[in-house]
Protein backbone atom coordinates (compact mmCIF):
# COMPACT_ATOMS: atom_id res chain seq x y z
CA UNK A 1 0.00 0.00 0.00
CA UNK A 2 1.12 3.44 -0.86
CA UNK A 3 1.22 6.58 1.95
CA UNK A 4 0.69 9.80 0.98
CA UNK A 5 0.04 13.26 2.38
CA UNK A 6 -3.47 14.75 2.71
CA UNK A 7 -3.34 17.80 0.63
CA UNK A 8 -0.45 19.99 2.10
CA UNK A 9 -1.00 18.94 5.76
CA UNK A 10 1.31 16.74 7.55
CA UNK A 11 -1.27 14.08 7.92
CA UNK A 12 -0.21 10.63 6.36
CA UNK A 13 -2.96 8.22 5.29
CA UNK A 14 -2.91 5.04 2.55
CA UNK A 15 -3.83 6.16 -0.70
CA UNK A 16 -6.59 3.59 -0.23
CA UNK A 17 -9.42 5.17 2.36
CA UNK A 18 -11.90 2.31 3.32
CA UNK A 19 -15.04 3.86 3.50
CA UNK A 20 -18.06 2.74 5.65
CA UNK A 21 -20.84 3.77 3.94
CA UNK A 22 -22.13 0.29 4.30
CA UNK A 23 -21.33 -0.32 7.60
CA UNK A 24 -24.90 -1.20 9.46
CA UNK A 25 -26.93 -1.33 6.24
CA UNK A 26 -25.08 -4.05 4.46
CA UNK A 27 -22.41 -5.04 6.68
CA UNK A 28 -23.08 -6.01 10.80
CA UNK A 29 -20.94 -5.68 13.33
CA UNK A 30 -19.10 -9.67 12.94
CA UNK A 31 -18.68 -8.66 9.30
CA UNK A 32 -16.81 -5.14 9.98
CA UNK A 33 -15.08 -6.38 12.32
CA UNK A 34 -13.66 -8.74 9.76
CA UNK A 35 -14.06 -5.99 7.07
CA UNK A 36 -11.37 -3.59 9.32
CA UNK A 37 -8.72 -6.63 10.82
CA UNK A 38 -7.95 -7.63 7.02
CA UNK A 39 -8.02 -3.84 5.99
CA UNK A 40 -5.36 -3.37 8.65
CA UNK A 41 -3.19 -6.24 7.36
CA UNK A 42 -3.23 -5.17 3.96
CA UNK A 43 -1.88 -1.84 4.86
CA UNK A 44 -5.17 0.44 4.71
CA UNK A 45 -4.34 2.78 7.84
CA UNK A 46 -7.16 5.17 6.63
CA UNK A 47 -11.07 4.79 7.33
CA UNK A 48 -14.31 7.27 6.54
CA UNK A 49 -17.53 7.04 7.98
CA UNK A 50 -20.53 9.88 8.82
CA UNK A 51 -22.61 10.34 11.72
CA UNK A 52 -25.88 9.39 9.12
CA UNK A 53 -24.26 6.01 8.23
CA UNK A 54 -26.01 2.77 8.86
CA UNK A 55 -28.63 5.47 11.11
CA UNK A 56 -25.37 5.59 13.34
CA UNK A 57 -24.40 2.10 13.54
CA UNK A 58 -21.25 2.38 11.12
CA UNK A 59 -19.48 4.81 13.83
CA UNK A 60 -20.33 2.27 16.19
CA UNK A 61 -19.18 -0.60 13.92
CA UNK A 62 -16.03 0.78 12.97
CA UNK A 63 -15.40 2.02 16.26
CA UNK A 64 -15.93 -1.20 18.12
CA UNK A 65 -14.10 -2.93 15.21
CA UNK A 66 -10.52 -0.53 15.54
CA UNK A 67 -10.64 -1.16 19.80
CA UNK A 68 -7.09 -0.95 20.49
CA UNK A 69 -5.65 -0.35 16.92
CA UNK A 70 -7.34 3.48 16.96
CA UNK A 71 -4.49 5.62 17.87
CA UNK A 72 -2.99 3.39 14.64
CA UNK A 73 -4.90 5.21 12.46
CA UNK A 74 -6.79 7.62 10.65
CA UNK A 75 -10.33 8.08 11.59
CA UNK A 76 -12.68 10.43 9.41
CA UNK A 77 -16.37 11.32 9.95
CA UNK A 78 -18.48 13.61 9.20
CA UNK A 79 -21.01 16.58 10.51
CA UNK A 80 -24.62 17.98 9.03
CA UNK A 81 -26.87 15.24 8.39
CA UNK A 82 -29.09 13.32 10.45
CA UNK A 83 -29.00 9.86 10.94
CA UNK A 84 -32.74 8.12 10.25
CA UNK A 85 -32.86 10.42 6.92
CA UNK A 86 -33.51 8.79 4.03
CA UNK A 87 -30.89 10.04 0.70
CA UNK A 88 -33.87 11.29 -0.85
CA UNK A 89 -34.57 13.04 2.95
CA UNK A 90 -30.96 14.31 2.68
CA UNK A 91 -30.91 15.35 -0.58
CA UNK A 92 -33.96 17.83 0.29
CA UNK A 93 -31.61 18.95 2.95
CA UNK A 94 -29.10 19.29 0.85
CA UNK A 95 -30.75 21.61 -1.68
CA UNK A 96 -32.57 23.27 0.51
CA UNK A 97 -36.22 22.00 0.00
CA UNK A 98 -36.99 20.41 3.06
CA UNK A 99 -40.06 21.41 4.70
CA UNK A 100 -39.20 21.56 8.46
CA UNK A 101 -43.01 21.80 10.07
CA UNK A 102 -43.94 18.80 8.26
CA UNK A 103 -40.42 17.35 9.89
CA UNK A 104 -41.53 18.08 13.10
CA UNK A 105 -45.05 16.82 12.66
CA UNK A 106 -43.09 13.32 12.55
CA UNK A 107 -40.84 14.78 15.63
CA UNK A 108 -37.64 15.65 14.27
CA UNK A 109 -36.39 19.06 15.49
CA UNK A 110 -35.29 21.66 13.41
CA UNK A 111 -31.96 21.90 14.86
CA UNK A 112 -31.06 18.54 14.24
CA UNK A 113 -29.13 18.70 10.93
CA UNK A 114 -27.20 21.50 9.63
CA UNK A 115 -23.55 22.61 10.17
CA UNK A 116 -24.82 25.25 12.92
CA UNK A 117 -23.08 25.63 16.11
CA UNK A 118 -25.65 23.73 18.06
CA UNK A 119 -25.53 20.96 15.74
CA UNK A 120 -21.85 20.78 15.20
CA UNK A 121 -20.96 20.76 19.11
CA UNK A 122 -24.01 18.02 20.04
CA UNK A 123 -23.18 15.48 16.64
CA UNK A 124 -19.72 15.60 17.58
CA UNK A 125 -20.26 14.31 20.52
CA UNK A 126 -22.42 11.92 19.87
CA UNK A 127 -19.52 10.77 17.19
CA UNK A 128 -17.16 10.74 19.76
CA UNK A 129 -19.04 8.26 21.94
CA UNK A 130 -20.04 6.14 18.74
CA UNK A 131 -16.80 5.96 17.66
CA UNK A 132 -15.57 5.44 21.39
CA UNK A 133 -12.50 7.67 20.86
CA UNK A 134 -11.91 11.27 22.37
CA UNK A 135 -10.53 12.84 18.74
CA UNK A 136 -11.78 12.77 15.27
CA UNK A 137 -8.55 12.77 13.04
CA UNK A 138 -10.51 14.57 10.29
CA UNK A 139 -13.99 16.01 10.79
CA UNK A 140 -15.60 16.93 7.44
CA UNK A 141 -18.75 19.26 6.80
CA UNK A 142 -21.41 16.60 5.09
CA UNK A 143 -22.66 19.54 2.76
CA UNK A 144 -22.62 23.25 2.54
CA UNK A 145 -25.41 24.34 4.08
CA UNK A 146 -27.02 27.33 2.81
CA UNK A 147 -29.08 28.44 5.94
CA UNK A 148 -26.18 28.94 8.21
CA UNK A 149 -23.53 31.77 7.70
CA UNK A 150 -20.04 30.06 7.06
CA UNK A 151 -18.73 32.31 9.72
CA UNK A 152 -20.26 30.62 12.40
CA UNK A 153 -19.64 26.85 11.17
CA UNK A 154 -15.86 27.23 10.86
CA UNK A 155 -15.99 29.55 14.51
CA UNK A 156 -17.19 25.96 15.85
CA UNK A 157 -14.62 23.91 14.08
CA UNK A 158 -12.27 25.84 15.19
CA UNK A 159 -13.08 25.65 19.04
CA UNK A 160 -13.27 21.90 18.70
CA UNK A 161 -9.90 22.08 17.29
CA UNK A 162 -8.53 23.99 20.00
CA UNK A 163 -10.34 21.78 22.13
CA UNK A 164 -8.63 18.84 21.33
CA UNK A 165 -11.72 16.64 19.86
CA UNK A 166 -11.17 17.33 16.26
CA UNK A 167 -7.28 17.10 14.29
CA UNK A 168 -7.94 18.36 10.74
CA UNK A 169 -11.14 19.90 9.06
CA UNK A 170 -12.71 19.17 5.94
CA UNK A 171 -15.23 19.57 3.41
CA UNK A 172 -17.70 17.36 1.56
CA UNK A 173 -19.65 18.23 -1.69
CA UNK A 174 -18.74 21.39 -1.82
CA UNK A 175 -18.44 23.55 -4.94
CA UNK A 176 -15.67 25.65 -5.84
CA UNK A 177 -17.24 28.75 -4.62
CA UNK A 178 -18.23 27.41 -1.35
CA UNK A 179 -14.86 26.08 -0.94
CA UNK A 180 -12.98 29.13 -1.38
CA UNK A 181 -15.79 31.04 0.51
CA UNK A 182 -14.85 28.63 3.78
CA UNK A 183 -11.18 29.11 2.98
CA UNK A 184 -10.94 32.85 2.93
CA UNK A 185 -13.35 33.46 5.74
CA UNK A 186 -10.99 30.93 7.96
CA UNK A 187 -7.58 33.35 6.69
CA UNK A 188 -9.57 36.37 7.65
CA UNK A 189 -10.93 35.28 10.77
CA UNK A 190 -7.74 33.96 12.00
CA UNK A 191 -8.95 29.90 12.22
CA UNK A 192 -8.42 26.30 11.54
CA UNK A 193 -9.30 25.94 7.93
CA UNK A 194 -10.56 23.17 5.47
CA UNK A 195 -7.30 20.90 5.00
CA UNK A 196 -9.40 18.39 2.65
CA UNK A 197 -12.37 18.12 0.13
CA UNK A 198 -14.58 15.20 -0.51
CA UNK A 199 -16.35 14.68 -4.46
CA UNK A 200 -17.48 12.11 -6.18
CA UNK A 201 -15.24 11.59 -8.94
CA UNK A 202 -14.53 8.67 -11.52
CA UNK A 203 -13.97 7.44 -15.08
CA UNK A 204 -17.82 8.08 -15.55
CA UNK A 205 -18.81 10.91 -13.70
CA UNK A 206 -15.76 13.74 -14.46
CA UNK A 207 -17.33 17.35 -13.42
CA UNK A 208 -14.93 17.73 -11.01
CA UNK A 209 -12.04 18.11 -12.60
CA UNK A 210 -13.46 21.22 -15.13
CA UNK A 211 -13.05 23.50 -11.85
CA UNK A 212 -12.83 21.35 -8.42
CA UNK A 213 -9.98 19.48 -9.05
CA UNK A 214 -8.43 22.92 -10.42
CA UNK A 215 -9.16 24.95 -7.45
CA UNK A 216 -8.10 22.56 -4.80
CA UNK A 217 -4.93 22.11 -6.29
CA UNK A 218 -4.18 25.69 -6.13
CA UNK A 219 -5.59 26.06 -2.49
CA UNK A 220 -3.12 22.89 -1.33
CA UNK A 221 -6.56 21.08 -0.18
CA UNK A 222 -6.53 17.32 -0.99
CA UNK A 223 -9.44 15.67 -2.67
CA UNK A 224 -11.00 12.95 -1.24
CA UNK A 225 -12.16 10.85 -4.04
CA UNK A 226 -15.41 8.68 -3.41
CA UNK A 227 -17.38 6.56 -5.96
CA UNK A 228 -14.18 5.72 -8.08
CA UNK A 229 -16.17 2.71 -8.95
CA UNK A 230 -19.24 4.33 -9.97
CA UNK A 231 -21.31 2.56 -6.84
CA UNK A 232 -19.86 -0.95 -8.96
CA UNK A 233 -20.89 -0.20 -12.28
CA UNK A 234 -16.73 -0.03 -13.02
CA UNK A 235 -16.24 -3.64 -11.44
CA UNK A 236 -17.86 -5.13 -14.22
CA UNK A 237 -20.32 -6.19 -11.69
CA UNK A 238 -23.33 -5.20 -13.38
CA UNK A 239 -25.05 -5.89 -16.46
CA UNK A 240 -28.10 -3.70 -17.83
CA UNK A 241 -30.22 -6.64 -19.35
CA UNK A 242 -29.99 -7.90 -15.42
CA UNK A 243 -31.83 -6.26 -12.43
CA UNK A 244 -29.07 -5.45 -9.41
CA UNK A 245 -27.57 -7.80 -7.33
CA UNK A 246 -30.03 -7.36 -3.85
CA UNK A 247 -27.08 -7.54 -1.40
CA UNK A 248 -25.69 -4.44 -4.23
CA UNK A 249 -25.53 -0.65 -3.03
CA UNK A 250 -27.00 -0.18 -6.64
CA UNK A 251 -30.16 -2.33 -5.17
CA UNK A 252 -30.56 0.18 -2.19
CA UNK A 253 -29.76 3.24 -3.31
CA UNK A 254 -31.94 5.14 -5.78
CA UNK A 255 -29.63 7.68 -6.77
CA UNK A 256 -27.24 5.68 -8.38
CA UNK A 257 -29.34 3.87 -10.66
CA UNK A 258 -30.89 7.07 -11.74
CA UNK A 259 -26.95 8.67 -12.34
CA UNK A 260 -25.91 5.86 -13.94
CA UNK A 261 -28.23 3.01 -15.35
CA UNK A 262 -28.81 4.10 -19.00
CA UNK A 263 -27.29 3.07 -22.16
CA UNK A 264 -24.97 5.57 -22.24
CA UNK A 265 -23.36 4.86 -19.50
CA UNK A 266 -22.79 0.87 -19.80
CA UNK A 267 -21.67 1.69 -23.58
CA UNK A 268 -18.48 3.26 -21.72
CA UNK A 269 -18.05 0.74 -18.96
CA UNK A 270 -17.92 -1.65 -21.71
CA UNK A 271 -15.33 0.27 -23.08
CA UNK A 272 -12.95 0.92 -19.68
CA UNK A 273 -13.73 -3.09 -19.73
CA UNK A 274 -11.59 -3.76 -23.12
CA UNK A 275 -8.91 -1.29 -22.03
CA UNK A 276 -8.21 -3.22 -18.71
CA UNK A 277 -8.46 -6.62 -20.33
CA UNK A 278 -6.23 -5.03 -23.65
CA UNK A 279 -3.56 -4.11 -20.36
CA UNK A 280 -3.71 -7.62 -18.48
CA UNK A 281 -6.01 -6.18 -16.01
CA UNK A 282 -9.13 -5.55 -14.11
CA UNK A 283 -11.71 -2.68 -14.56
CA UNK A 284 -11.51 -2.02 -10.72
CA UNK A 285 -7.74 -1.59 -11.27
CA UNK A 286 -7.88 0.85 -14.26
CA UNK A 287 -10.83 2.60 -12.53
CA UNK A 288 -8.93 3.52 -9.14
CA UNK A 289 -5.64 4.22 -11.13
CA UNK A 290 -7.42 7.07 -13.25
CA UNK A 291 -8.84 8.45 -9.96
CA UNK A 292 -5.30 8.67 -8.51
CA UNK A 293 -3.82 10.23 -11.41
CA UNK A 294 -6.03 13.22 -10.98
CA UNK A 295 -4.16 16.34 -9.91
CA UNK A 296 -5.11 17.24 -6.33
CA UNK A 297 -6.33 13.80 -5.37
CA UNK A 298 -4.56 13.10 -2.10
CA UNK A 299 -6.50 9.36 -2.12
CA UNK A 300 -9.86 7.56 -3.07
CA UNK A 301 -12.28 6.09 -0.57
CA UNK A 302 -13.41 2.85 -1.28
CA UNK A 303 -16.18 0.69 0.55
CA UNK A 304 -17.27 -2.93 0.82
CA UNK A 305 -19.80 -5.36 2.78
CA UNK A 306 -17.34 -8.12 2.84
CA UNK A 307 -13.91 -9.27 4.18
CA UNK A 308 -13.14 -11.26 0.97
CA UNK A 309 -13.61 -7.78 -1.11
CA UNK A 310 -10.81 -5.81 0.37
CA UNK A 311 -7.96 -7.56 -1.24
CA UNK A 312 -9.31 -6.69 -4.64
CA UNK A 313 -9.16 -2.83 -3.19
CA UNK A 314 -5.21 -2.91 -2.83
CA UNK A 315 -4.90 -4.98 -5.63
CA UNK A 316 -6.10 -2.16 -7.68
CA UNK A 317 -3.62 -0.09 -6.68
CA UNK A 318 -0.44 -2.53 -6.09
CA UNK A 319 -0.24 -3.64 -9.88
CA UNK A 320 2.61 -3.73 -11.97
CA UNK A 321 0.59 -3.16 -15.12
CA UNK A 322 1.18 -0.03 -17.24
CA UNK A 323 -1.20 1.97 -15.33
CA UNK A 324 -0.08 5.63 -17.08
CA UNK A 325 -0.99 3.78 -20.31
CA UNK A 326 -4.14 2.31 -19.30
CA UNK A 327 -5.36 5.87 -17.60
CA UNK A 328 -4.38 7.95 -20.85
CA UNK A 329 -6.94 5.38 -22.80
CA UNK A 330 -9.61 6.15 -20.32
CA UNK A 331 -9.18 9.80 -21.10
CA UNK A 332 -9.49 9.73 -24.67
CA UNK A 333 -13.22 8.26 -24.03
CA UNK A 334 -15.98 9.91 -24.10
CA UNK A 335 -17.59 10.14 -21.13
CA UNK A 336 -21.08 9.85 -20.63
CA UNK A 337 -23.41 13.02 -19.02
CA UNK A 338 -24.04 12.22 -16.00
CA UNK A 339 -25.59 14.81 -13.38
CA UNK A 340 -24.36 14.79 -9.94
CA UNK A 341 -28.00 14.43 -7.75
CA UNK A 342 -26.20 17.08 -5.29
Known amino acids: MDFTRLGTTGLRLSRIVLGGATFGE ?22 DTASVYG ?3 SERF ?6 SRRDDVVLMTKVGLRAGDDELANLDLVSGRAAFSERW ?14 NIIRSVEESLRRLGTDHIDVLALHYWDQSTP ?18 YVGSSLFQSWQLYSALWTADRMGLHTIVSQQAPL ?17 AGVGVLAFQAMAGGMLTGRFHQAEAPDPGSRFAHRKLLQ ?32 WVLSRPAVSATILGVDRAEQVAGLVGAVATDVD ?16 KAPY
Not at 26 to 47: H, M, S, Y
Not at 154 to 166: E, H, P, Q, S
Request: charged share 25%; glycine share 8%.
Open 26 to 47: LADQAEVREIVARALDLGIVAF
Open 55 to 57: NGD
Open 62 to 67: LGAALG
Open 105 to 118: SRGIPPNSHGLSRI
Open 150 to 167: IEETLRATDDLVTAGKVR
Open 202 to 218: NALSRGPEKELLPACAA
Open 258 to 289: DQYWNDETFACVRAVEKIAADHGTTTSAVAVA
Open 323 to 338: MPSAVAAVDDLTPPQI
